[in-house]
């Protein structure tokens, strides 16, 4: 029998999260204390499609779905196996509730691929990818609901996103260590606070419950994997742990394991 794995929703960052020593030593350290997963399941804020669609179930190239950047980030490879059988098993749970399709040469984006070069450097655990067919909290909450039963089959669920997402805000000449604004600071603190009274029905109508919301987020889908993995982990949200915290470039990175 698999070891039963935690879920998790942790900040992805953009490419240059590799040049942050601070952020990969975070992540690396994260996943060593993890039991080893048989397959790694991501939900990324970068792929809204639907129907509920899954990815490449063996190895393609990466999506480098960014523009603008040095040429070196266009040159990281992650090479992780394919999951055929978890894809399998994804399209088994959610298919009587919500039609699947399959996109096979879309590779890891970099939503996906970002964290897992730090966590799982040697790209031999399987991985999946599957879109949001939607950013409605509680529909993406009962996606969740409907994987839960992969963490028994040693499937850890990731969902990655950003807990506080709006570039317009961000100065990049200003540094990783740059003063949050207001708005970014009292999002955190309620998403912490709310996150520690098992608050799920406060998480999920964040967008009338959270201070300034459309600050924080001018569109939810950084926000939206939380809701997945919040609805995989519906039993243990209760216990729950930060690994990662504080700001990068005025962002929260603040990170979740449910245990």
């Given at each position: 029998m698999?070891?039963?794995m935690p879920v998790l929703y942790l900040g992805h960052g953009a490419p240059p999260l590799a040049d942050d020593p601070t952020?990969?030593?975070?992540?690396?350290?994260?996943?060593?204390?993890?039991?080893?997963?048989?397959a790694i399941l991501m939900v990324s804020a970068h792929w809204e499609?639907?129907?509920?669609?899954?990815?490449?179930?063996s190895t393609v190239p990466l999506t480098y779905d960014f523009w603008g950047f040095p040429e070196r980030y266009y040159q990281v490879r992650y090479p992780a196996p394919g999951a055929p059988e978890l894809a399998a098993k994804v399209r088994r749970l959610v298919g009587t509730a919500y039609p699947t399709r399959d996109e096979p040469d879309r590779g890891l984006d970099h939503g996906a691929y970002?964290?897992?070069?730090?966590?799982?450097?040697?790209?031999?655990?399987?991985v999946l990818q599957i879109s949001m067919p939607t950013l409605d909290p509680r529909k993406l909450f009962e996606v969740g609901r409907l994987l839960a039963p992969l963490r028994d089959?040693?499937?850890?669920?990731?969902?990655?996103?950003?807990?506080?997402?709006?570039?317009?805000?961000?100065?990049f000449g200003a540094g990783v260590d740059a003063a949050p604004a207001s708005?970014?600071?009292?999002?955190?603190?309620?998403?912490?606070?709310?996150l520690a009274d098992g608050d799920v029905d406060g998480l999920l109508d964040f967008a009338h419950q959270a201070?300034?919301?459309?600050?924080?987020?001018?569109?939810?889908?950084h926000f939206a994997p939380l809701f997945v993995s919040l609805g995989a982990a519906e039993d243990t949200i209760?216990?729950?742990?930060?690994?990662?915290?504080?700001?990068?470039?005025?962002l929260s990175k603040r990170s979740v394991q449910f245990d």
């Open positions: 698999s070891e039963r952020w990969t030593g975070q992540l690396a350290g994260w996943s060593a204390g993890l039991p080893r997963p048989t499609q639907a129907p509920l669609t899954l990815g490449a179930t970002v964290p897992l070069v730090e966590m799982y450097p040697d790209a031999d655990v399987p089959e040693g499937v850890l669920i990731v969902g990655s996103g950003f807990l506080t997402h709006n570039l317009s805000c961000v100065d708005f970014m600071t009292e999002f955190d603190d309620w998403a912490a606070r709310t201070p300034a919301p459309r600050l924080a987020h001018p569109r939810s889908e209760a216990e729950h742990r930060t690994p990662v915290a504080g700001f990068w470039y005025g």
